[in-house]
């Protein structure tokens, strides 16, 4: 029996929950598991399920005619309040469905945006929620007033005999443009606000939806932001900073988790949110390696990340909770396909060394070692130094200060300017070369197959 987990506060409806499988798609042992945890997660009590498999949709009513009758006939069997339907469908599916089987129909984007919504704490996410409902919602509108005329708005028909729906429609799009414009002003603010940490090093946790990465934060930086076993349980970047050893200050931010389908509307609406994830200097991706549908989910996730642009950010792919893992075969099994992956469990600390020192490794792509020498009289190039730098040691001598510092290239502008001499602390990466190396499996990037790898079950994890 599966676990109940449901938003708070939220009066409980009977759901029925049912998906249209293609032929191609990946076989799962729980087709609707993913489902069910959504609509638990928005507090409905699931009463049954059903799954077809078809080749082609029916264009009236999405599904079979005969899955039709036998869903209706659910529905009187177990008191139904609402029908989830695991595909998106399009506003005449939606009335069709509705009108065969006497209750509401939702698809799988109005059930995820319902669930943004109601977990929306902050300004910003519930600007961002409200966008992306009101564009779902948009072609929707007769779906709502189906009481009224369906006459055609035009000339001669505006003005104080306007219908209800035309009203509401020019209410939505009037709507839908101020908080368009309202979202453009907080993306600026966000950026300014990035761009205003030049200097300082910057990781940002991505990932599927209740991988663990809020769990992932507090275990490294000793934080306290809520992390529930839920799905989509943060909405809200967070950033933290994170005492990285041999580094010093570095800054850790989490935000929204993504799934499978993520409705573009909502990524769109999310930009600003998301802006903490494109400017970072380095993504660690973090996977639930004890999910079953592992890899379409770290799939989903990159998918995610090619739509708003930054795939080709430096990566770590980071295999959580491996310690809800049965036998090492399993773990194997996602290292053979990712080698270069980490595993962890955030939950009890195991692996965060070596995941510290990857991400250390890592960030060197990206920062200068060097000797500076500068004026002792230069205090605004020694506190610039000291700010977006580590010092590693000082040598103070008549004429001058040699100073050992490590630093970003991005920071590099000023001391090139000022200072008397700059001299590689590591003659194999010359100042005037700085390079960048992509850190992330390759293997992320490349279509996966539908079948898995077959490892041996008595493989040990090394």
């Known amino acids: 029996m599966r676990e109940e987990k449901r938003v708070e506060g939220v009066a409980s409806e009977k759901s029925i929950l049912v998906r249209l499988v293609f032929p191609g798609q990946p076989n799962e042992d729980d087709p609707l598991g993913e489902l069910h945890q959504l609509a638990t997660t928005a507090g409905t009590e699931v009463v049954d399920e059903l799954v077809q498999k078809r080749s082609t949709i029916d264009k009236t009513t999405f599904f079979g005619k005969g899955k039709v009758s036998e869903l209706k006939q659910m529905v009187e069997d177990t008191g139904a309040d609402v029908v989830i339907v695991d595909n998106n469908l399009s506003p005449a599916q939606t009335r069709n469905l509705e009108k065969a089987v006497n209750v509401k129909v939702i698809d799988r984007t109005e059930l995820i945006l ?79 606000q990035v761009a205003s940490r030049d200097g300082i090093a910057t990781v940002s946790l991505v990932g599927y939806t209740n991988a663990g990465k809020s769990t992932l934060m507090n275990a490294l930086t000793n934080a306290d932001v809520e992390a529930a076993d839920r799905l989509f349980a943060t909405l809200d970047t967070r950033t933290r900073r994170w005492e990285l050893p041999g580094w010093g200050t570095i800054l850790l931010s989490d935000t929204v988790g ?4 993520l409705p573009h509307g909502l990524v769109a609406s999310f930009k600003s949110t998301l802006e903490e994830t494109r400017q970072a200097g380095l993504l660690l991706h973090v996977a639930d390696a004890s999910s079953p549908t592992v890899f379409d989910q770290i799939t989903a996730v990159y998918n995610v990340l090619k739509e708003i642009g930054i795939e080709e950010k430096d990566m770590l792919l980071v295999l959580n909770k491996i310690d809800a893992i049965e036998s090492p075969a399993i773990l194997n099994r996602v290292l053979n396909r990712y080698p270069n992956a980490i595993p962890v469990s955030a939950k009890s600390n195991r692996g965060l060394t070596a995941l510290t020192e990857a991400v250390g490794e890592a960030l060197s792509e990206e920062f200068l070692d060097i000797f500076v020498d500068i004026a002792p009289s230069d205090g605004k190039l020694l506190a610039h130094l000291a700010a977006k730098g580590e010092i590693l040691s000082r040598e103070f001598n008549d004429e001058l200060v040699t100073i050992h510092v490590r630093m970003s290239s991005a920071a590099f502008g000023m001391v090139r300017e000022r200072a008397i001499a700059v001299r590689s602390a590591r003659p194999d990466r010359p100042i005037d070369r700085v390079t960048m190396t992509l850190k992330h499996d390759q293997a992320i990037k490349e279509p996966l197959d539908s079948e898995t790898p077959s490892i041996d079950a008595a493989g040990e994890v090394t």
């Open 114 to 192: 319902d669930i943004f919504a109601a977990g929306a704490q902050t300004h910003e996410a519930r600007l961002a929620v409200e966008l992306a409902q009101l564009e779902y919602s948009l072609p929707r509108l007769k779906r709502m007033w189906t009481h009224l005329s369906r006459q055609t708005m035009g000339v001669g028909m505006r003005g104080p005999g306007e219908k209800q729906l035309e009203v509401d429609r020019r209410l939505a799009l009037k709507r839908i443009h101020d908080l368009k414009n309202e979202l453009e002003k907080v993306e600026h603010r966000r950026e300014r």
């Open 258 to 261: 993504f799934i499978r389908d």
